[in-house]
């Protein structure tokens, strides 16, 4: 079936294909609308009894070997990169019509997304999630200081992953992630990208189209918050738990259909800041490159990253402090030049900041409200979620008083000086940030670490124990 179906003499309707098991199923029976940019997509109606298999039915991946699922995982990731791969392809092409990144990012966001099907990635991220790794593929067996035996296994779960629109590369990790905990895993993908988790599998079964791997995956699209299809699906007769990302929203939604037996994994929405001690502001070389790590990290995914920082706590005076801003302007706008994202700021955004630059005495300005970089000076954070490119330094007399903005929202504080990160992580931790990093590397992160402040795939698994009593 063709990607593109006329609805219209001069509209085009892209598709959405579902991946079910094994299986690509086509059609146009519903017609969806993406959700940052508006656009219509279609899909066909989702078959029920083809996406949850019974509980009856023993996880396809159960008695595979972790070994054996690595090394198809980074089959994958090889065949995911090869030109000649035309799901990918074709994914990016419908893509760009329904996401708010410029296809350049795209391209490179997917292309460093397959990065993560390493074999080395991978291991790392098993061993720091698992004290004994074993547990994914035998009941391993305990002896507690009585005596008492008994075997312990983590079991293959049956998981819904409600994926995120801001970046293709979470459908990678997703996949990975499900793959390696051995699960049943049913992908609700995002109206922002209703492709990237097909054209995934899709490789997946070129390889092999009987692998347990593909057998255990299934992909569909529905509107979130659809009750009719979160009715049947949001069981525990179906499914253990809920792996969602995204806003508030879309969590709040799932919490819901929460109960016994249903549980939720959230990684939730998320604000990452910077925090800029008076040594960045020593002299205009240091100011600037200071500004650059910065921007580096406001930059990160063109802001739509939740690492990304959006508020940025610079320790100085207000001269000084304006010098800094005036560099992060100066950087910012480099990089959304390089970035071809030319969107301007919402009109909500915009409203807000014509405001403030009627306010001299109160607010610095730097930039326009034209999606090519924008910089706000202010004494307290503004009260509106900084995006697209936008960021609000809060000028402090101190470090300290940036402490109390810290909340369990805060994920990524990138810190300069490197020295004193040191003196700040207790503090940070108790307020509720998850994670403290140099400044100018929100982006990368030490492989295996928690994400979110856990260890997902110890959080996925179905902890079994088997208790086989005391010896005579």
């Known amino acids: 079936m063709n990607s ?27 017609v969806q609308t993406s959700r940052d940019l508006g656009v219509t997509f279609a899909t066909p109606r989702i078959p029920f009894d083809r996406a949850v298999p019974p509980r009856t039915e023993v996880p396809p991946l159960l008695n ?84 008492r035996k008994s075997f312990v296994r983590a079991f293959a779960p049956r998981l819904i992953h409600v994926l995120p629109g801001n970046s293709p590369g979470v459908a990678v990790k997703s996949v990975a992630q499900g793959s390696m905990v051995k699960g049943v895993n049913l992908f609700k993908m995002s109206s922002a990208d209703p492709f990237t988790m097909v054209a ?18 299934s992909a569909v699209y529905w509107r979130g918050g659809d009750d009719a299809t979160e009715r049947v699906l949001y069981r525990p007769q179906y499914f253990d738990k809920i792996v969602a990302w995204g806003g508030g929203d879309a969590i709040n939604n799932v919490i819901k259909y929460l109960g016994p037996g249903f549980q939720l ?19 205009e070389a240091t100011v600037d490159r200071v500004a650059d790590l910065c921007s ?97 330094v809060v000028r402090v007399d101190s470090l300290d008083e940036a402490v ?5 929202a805060t994920q990524t504080v990138g810190f300069y000086p490197f020295d004193r990160m ?4 207790d503090r940070l931790a108790a307020g509720g940030a998850q994670r403290v990093v140099h400044l100018g590397e929100a982006g990368p992160s030490t492989i295996g670490n928690p994400h979110d402040a856990m260890y997902p795939l110890h959080r996925f698994v179905h902890w079994m124990a088997h208790e086989d009593g005391k010896p005579d």
């Open 422 to 425: 040191a003196d700040y992580r």
């Open 265 to 283: 994994v959230s990684f939730d929405p998320k604000t990452s800041i910077s925090m800029v001690g008076r040594e960045g502001l020593v002299d």
């Open 64 to 147: 595979v070997p972790l070994a054996e699922i690595i090394d198809f995982l980074v089959e994958t990731g090889q065949r995911l990169i090869a030109p000649d791969n035309d799901h990918m392809q074709e994914c990016i092409e419908r893509m760009c019509r329904t996401h708010i990144l410029p296809r350049a990012v795209v391209e490179n966001t997917a292309r460093h997304a397959a990065a993560y099907l390493d074999k080395r990635v991978l291991m790392a991220e098993v061993e720091q999630n698992f004290p004994d790794p074993r547990a994914l593929d035998e009941w391993v067996p305990k002896q507690d200081f009585t005596g």
């Open 296 to 392: 580096t990290d406001v930059m990160t995914l063109n802001q739509e990253a939740c690492v990304a920082s959006r508020f940025q706590f610079v320790e100085g005076s207000e001269e000084e402090v304006d010098r800094f801003c005036e560099r992060l302007h100066h950087h910012i706008a480099r990089r959304a030049a390089e970035s071809g994202d030319v969107r301007p700021l919402d009109r909500d955004m915009r409203e807000a900041v014509d405001t403030m630059t009627l306010m001299d005495d109160e607010y610095g300005v730097w930039g326009r409200t034209d999606g090519k970089g924008l910089v706000i000076r202010s004494e307290e954070p503004v009260d509106f979620h900084p995006i697209n490119k936008t960021a609000n």
């Open 404 to 408: 109390k903005w810290i909340n369990v």
């Open 200 to 217: 995934i599998l899709r490789t997946m079964a070129d390889i092999d189209a009987n692998h347990p791997i593909v057998r255990s995956m």
């Open 4 to 30: 593109v179906t006329q609805v219209a003499e001069n509209e085009e309707l892209v598709s959405a294909p579902f991946f079910l098991r094994g299986e690509v199923l086509h059609g146009t029976d519903v």
